[in-house]
């Protein structure tokens, strides 16, 4: 995991509610301790309205920390601070926090959690100090060469196409984290004007400029082979089974057709994709949290797995997830858009807590994020996201 990485795991799950200046601002004014008598913005990384650009680049890996922001971090790190904000997450945001990092293949629990992030950002300072050293030194031993050097050549990307490839990424600016859904929408319909414009833009680009806008996002180019989104989903079908989510009411027969009918519907919509309808299992830990006995899917999925065994809370979420929605949300007899808005929504859910329960010895880590399912606005968006879960656990 690249520091850049790092930082966008801390702002999902500590501090989301935020841009990503107000962000990087907040988290590491957070975590560092100020020299009594020193003005923060004037020490602290980003506290500047100027740092605006310098921040967000940082943090989507475009460019490194400097030196001295570096130096200042590392020297002034409170890693009390970095421990109790992390701590005052709730219990499921902490273990969503858990899950994320072994999606990384960093293991990790409850009672190391807070230690293990504070090492790894301590080694995320030391490594750009290092490098930063490293090059320094690098250039003065070029400077006292007597051998001249060759001019260094630019890229190979000829100007036309990094111009290009650089337009779209100012222009879709807003919607970065999304950008990788453009190789998906390339996938699956690739003579297709889709509803968000910014996948018909990109459709509309060379193969060279759309690799070069890949590359400006520090994003791979994803290589699909036919016909995977069959293949992955026949995966799933028998990993959900395996885990009990769901009985012999299976709505993803014939290839997942009322899944894959979302490109029907890719227009539509979605006012509030993160329904708060299921059953919620209450614990005094949890007590401050939930105000009313209702959660999210992703909750439901989760608590069901790990209460299982546990009689009393079975009570509250003792039905299969699956079997629960075709009851209550009459997934049966809903309206066809309905059906494959809540089948995008279960195979996302799902695919973000089956590594945990289901160790895969040989799986890679891939070098990419998928989008968070919030980003989701079209009905486009979300079964291009649900792919993506898809793909990215079983590929």
């Not at 590491?28 to 310098?54: M, R, V």
């Not at 009990?244 to 006012?271: N, Q």
Request: charged share 30%; glycine share 2%.
């Amino acid at each position: 995991m690249r520091f850049f990485e790092f930082l966008k795991i801390c702002k999902a799950y500590l501090m989301d509610d935020m841009s990503v200046h107000d962000f990087m601002s907040a988290f590491f004014a957070e975590i560092t301790a100020c020299d009594e008598g020193d003005a923060l913005n004037e020490t602290c990384p980003f506290q500047k309205i100027s740092d605006k650009s310098k921040a967000k680049k940082v943090f989507y890996g475009e460019r490194e920390l400097s030196k001295k922001d570096a130096i200042y971090v590392k020297s002034h790190f409170d890693e009390e601070a970095f421990m109790s904000l992390i701590e005052s997450r709730p219990d499921y945001i902490q273990q969503n926090l858990i899950d994320e990092l072994k999606r990384h293949k960093i293991e990790v629990d409850f009672s190391m959690l807070t230690q293990k992030m504070c090492s790894m950002f301590r080694e995320y300072m030391d490594d750009i100090l290092d490098r930063k050293t490293e090059k320094q030194i690098a250039k003065v031993i070029k400077e006292e060469s007597d051998v001249p050097t060759k001019q260094i050549v630019e890229d190979s990307v000829d100007s036309e196409t990094l111009k290009l490839a650089r337009n779209f990424c100012i222009d879709f600016e807003e919607q970065r984290d999304l950008i990788i859904l453009c190789q998906m929408a390339k996938y699956i319909d690739p003579l297709h004007k889709h509803v968000r414009p910014m996948y018909t833009e990109y459709l509309r680009q060379s193969e060279e400029v759309q690799r070069e806008i890949m590359s400006l996002c520090n994003i791979p180019m994803l290589q699909f082979e036919e016909g995977w989104e069959y293949k992955y989903l026949d995966m799933f079908r028998d990993d959900i089974k395996r885990l009990e989510l769901v009985t012999e009411k299976d709505l993803l027969y014939d290839g997942g057709k009322y899944f894959h009918r979302a490109k029907r519907y890719a227009e539509i919509e979605i006012d509030e994709y993160n329904t708060r309808i299921f059953p919620v299992v209450h614990t005094k830990c949890m007590a401050a949290l939930f105000t009313s006995p209702y959660g999210d899917l992703l909750n439901y999925i989760d608590e069901y797995l790990y209460y299982q065994g546990n009689e009393e809370a079975m009570k509250t979420v003792g039905q299969p997830p699956f079997d629960w929605m075709i009851d209550n949300l009459g997934l049966l007899s809903c309206p066809e858009e309905d059906l494959t808005y809540w089948m995008c929504v279960f195979i996302y859910s799902a695919c973000m807590i089956i590594p945990r329960e289901i160790k895969k010895e040989k799986r890679i880590r891939n070098d990419f994020s998928i989008p968070q399912i919030s980003d989701a606005k079209y009905m486009e968006d979300l079964y291009y996201s649900a792919l993506m879960a898809l793909y990215e656990l079983y590929c």
